[in-house]
Nanobody, 126 residues
Framework: QLQLVESGGGLVQPGGSLRLSCVAS????????IAWFRQAPGKEREGVSC????????AYQDSVTGRFTISKDNAKNTVYLQMNSLKPEDTGVYFC???????????????????WGEGTPVTVSS
C-alpha cells in the first residue's frame, strides 16, 4: 500500500508563498501520477495540479495557473507544490494523491486517484 505524507502547510498572508511536500513510501513514485487536491470549508474537493509519472507532463486548475508549480524529485521520492501569490480563496486542506490516471482528467475531476494522504491545512489570511 502506497503511503503519502504531506507537509508544509500553514498560515500565510495574501501575496505570500508556501511550498507543500508529499513524500511517498514504501514504493517509488516512478509509476504514479501525483496530484494535489484541496478542499475549502463548506466546498467540494477540487483538483489543483498534477504531474505525470515521468514528470514530463503537468496540469493545473485555471485559477492557479501561473502561480503554482508542481515538481518531482525522484531521488527523494517527493513531489512539491510551490504556491506563490497566494489568495484567500486558496485556503483549504491540501491533499496529495497518487494513481495511474491521465493528469488532465484528474484535475478536471473526471478520473479518481487511488491513494490519498491525510492532508495539510493552508490558510491565507491577513
Amino acid at each position: 500500500q502506497l503511503q503519502l505524507v504531506e507537509s508544509g502547510g500553514g498560515l500565510v498572508q495574501p501575496g505570500g508563498s508556501l511550498r507543500l511536500s508529499c513524500v511517498a513510501s514504501p514504493y517509488t513514485l516512478d509509476y504514479y501520477a501525483i496530484a494535489w487536491f484541496r478542499q475549502a470549508p463548506g466546498k467540494e474537493r477540487e483538483g489543483v495540479s498534477c504531474i505525470s509519472s515521468s514528470g514530463v507532463s503537468t496540469a493545473y486548475q485555471d485559477s492557479v495557473t501561473g502561480r503554482f508549480t508542481i515538481s518531482k524529485d525522484n531521488a527523494k521520492n517527493t513531489v512539491y507544490l510551490q504556491m506563490n501569490s497566494l489568495k484567500p480563496e486558496d485556503t483549504g486542506v491540501y491533499f496529495c494523491t497518487a494513481g495511474q490516471q491521465p493528469c488532465r482528467m484528474v484535475v478536471a475531476g473526471t478520473r479518481q486517484m487511488d491513494y490519498w494522504g491525510e492532508g495539510t491545512p493552508v490558510t491565507v489570511s491577513s
